[in-house]
């Protein structure tokens, strides 16, 4: 069983719709959660962090956490074309922050203008 | 400006070769990774540092061997290069004090063995 799953896609979304990512993790004392964004030829870029259950809003970013189903989503709102890129969901299995993640292959986005 | 830099952006060349990718970082950070992403996009750990240690070394060949001269420096040599260690290499840092904070990734190098 992989560590972090992700549906690989990819996901269209039409522009100005809700695209909506989900994740999850085999790890059952994972504590730390992390969405990034990687545009094709370019590095990972941190767009959401969360550590408790519930909700986290940034912008048009929610990322939603359920430790106890081993699950987390990243919701983005009123999609955009530069949405389109492939997003990573990481997880850190051994503890509280950042230090050894593991990542997910990650989820393809296009959005359709 | 660059946060993380890394050098070259790409390297070409043939098995049995040695080959070093250098990363910098003028963040102020005190903790270092090196990732391999393969075609597939996926991301893996290989190594880090938290002020010139070592604190994760994953199952990585030997023939990868990684050193940091400075907090601000950490390189990456692999010997004998294989077919197989063609991929996309991204040096980070991070602080981790207190453990939560961004890893901020470099450009990549694109490491194509012949």
């Known amino acids: 069983q992989k560590e972090v799953e992700q549906n690989s896609g990819p996901l269209s979304v039409p522009e100005g719709a809700i695209a909506s990512l989900n994740c999850t993790y085999s790890d059952r004392g994972s504590q730390s959660f992390f969405w990034y964004r990687q545009y094709s030829g370019k590095s990972p870029e941190l767009i959401m962090s969360?550590?408790?259950?519930g909700d986290k809003e940034d912008g048009r970013f929610t990322a939603q956490l359920n430790k106890a189903s081993q699950y987390v989503s990243l919701l983005i709102r009123d999609s955009q074309p530069s949405d389109s890129a492939t997003y990573l969901c990481?997880?850190?299995?051994?503890?509280?922050?950042?230090?050894?993640?593991?990542f997910g292959t990650g989820t393809r986005l296009t959005i359709i203008p | 400006d660059t946060a993380v830099s890394q050098t070259p952006k790409y390297l070409v060349t043939q098995m049995g070769n040695d080959k070093s990718i250098k990363c910098e970082q003028n963040l102020g950070h005190d903790t270092m990774y090196w990732y391999k992403q393969d075609s597939k996009k996926f991301l893996k750990i290989m190594f880090s540092y938290n002020n010139k240690e070592l604190i994760i070394n994953e199952t990585v060949p030997n023939r990868f061997s990684p050193k940091s001269p400075d907090k601000a420096h950490l390189n990456l040599h692999i010997n004998s290069l294989e077919l197989g260690d063609s991929a996309v290499y991204f040096c980070?840092?991070?602080?981790?004090?207190?453990?939560?904070?961004?890893?901020?990734f470099g450009p990549g190098t694109r490491l194509t063995v012949l």
């Open positions: 969360i550590y408790s259950n």
């Open positions: 980070a840092s991070s602080h981790l004090r207190g453990g939560i904070d961004t890893q901020y």
């Open positions: 990481a997880v850190n299995p051994i503890g509280f922050g950042n230090e050894k993640l593991t």
